[in-house]
């Protein structure tokens, strides 16, 4: 399958300071990616949609000012937290789609554990 | 909005079994997709299913799209310590985001 990679892996920061976190597309091209958040025990909660080129589409409930997206490239989409607290501790996961129309799959990234203290 | 019932929520099995869990919606899909999540990491793509009634094998995992669109199961047979962790299925509607199960936890006792 599509690999899609995604740095750190694991992060502390303090609280009010910013986090990036990088996803790329390692063997494709992605027009499209993913971010969601994952609480523990928990399904995927989608933040938003990351598109190429143009700005990121979010979620109901989710502050496009707190979760900045840029998607510069077809193969890197990055994911900001902005003046962390300790509430968006989380473990963040994006995803890009291969394939096209009806048919697609999505690969996930390994995750990123984010724990602000 | 589209929800996914995704049953059981967790099971207790001895090494060897047999495991089924299904995923139930109130819409219909046109792609349906199982993943397993180890501890700490991402999902991983298991299975793919686009044809309604299809049926699919991925080594001991099978998985089926319910002719209706609205349901799909995933089997694992003969179980082995590896296959613990939680399996997620997710469905498709054309290019629409994923709606994800709330996830079925496997343990399994050796």
């Known amino acids: 399958g599509a690999v899609v990679s995604q740095h750190p892996s694991r992060v502390i920061c303090k609280s009010g300071t910013s986090v990036k976190i990088e996803c790329r597309s390692l063997?494709?091209?992605?027009?499209?990616m993913f971010w969601y958040r994952q609480f523990p025990k928990k399904s995927l909660m989608l933040m938003a949609t990351?598109?190429?080129?143009?700005?990121?589409?979010?979620e109901q409930g989710v502050e496009k000012d707190k979760f900045l997206i840029n998607h510069a490239s077809l193969t890197l989409s990055t994911l900001t937290v902005t003046s962390a607290h300790p509430e968006d501790s989380s473990f963040y996961i994006c995803?890009?789609?291969?394939?096209?129309?009806?048919?697609?799959?999505?690969?996930f990234g390994q995750g990123t554990r984010l724990t602000v203290v | 909005g589209q929800q996914l019932n995704q049953s059981p929520q967790s099971m207790f099995i001895q090494e060897g079994e047999d495991v089924s869990m299904n995923c139930t919606s109130s819409?219909?899909?046109?792609?349906w997709l199982w993943y397993k999540q180890d501890p700490g990491e991402g999902p991983v793509l298991l299975i793919a299913?686009?044809?309604?009634?299809e049926l699919t094998s991925n080594g001991r995992l099978t998985a089926q799209f319910g002719i209706t669109r609205k349901d799909s199961f995933l089997n694992i047979s003969a179980s082995i310590p590896s296959d613990v962790g939680i399996y997620f299925c997710?469905?498709?509607?054309?290019?629409?985001?994923?709606?994800f199960g709330q996830g079925t936890r496997l343990t399994i006792n050796p």
């Open positions: 995803s890009a789609r291969v394939g096209g129309g009806s048919n697609t799959e999505a690969f």
């Open positions: 063997d494709f091209q992605a027009t499209t």
């Open positions: 990351s598109n190429e080129g143009s700005k990121a589409t979010y």
């Open positions: 819409s219909i899909f046109n792609t």
């Open positions: 299913l686009y044809k309604a009634g």
């Open positions: 997710a469905g498709q509607l054309g290019a629409q985001k994923l709606v």
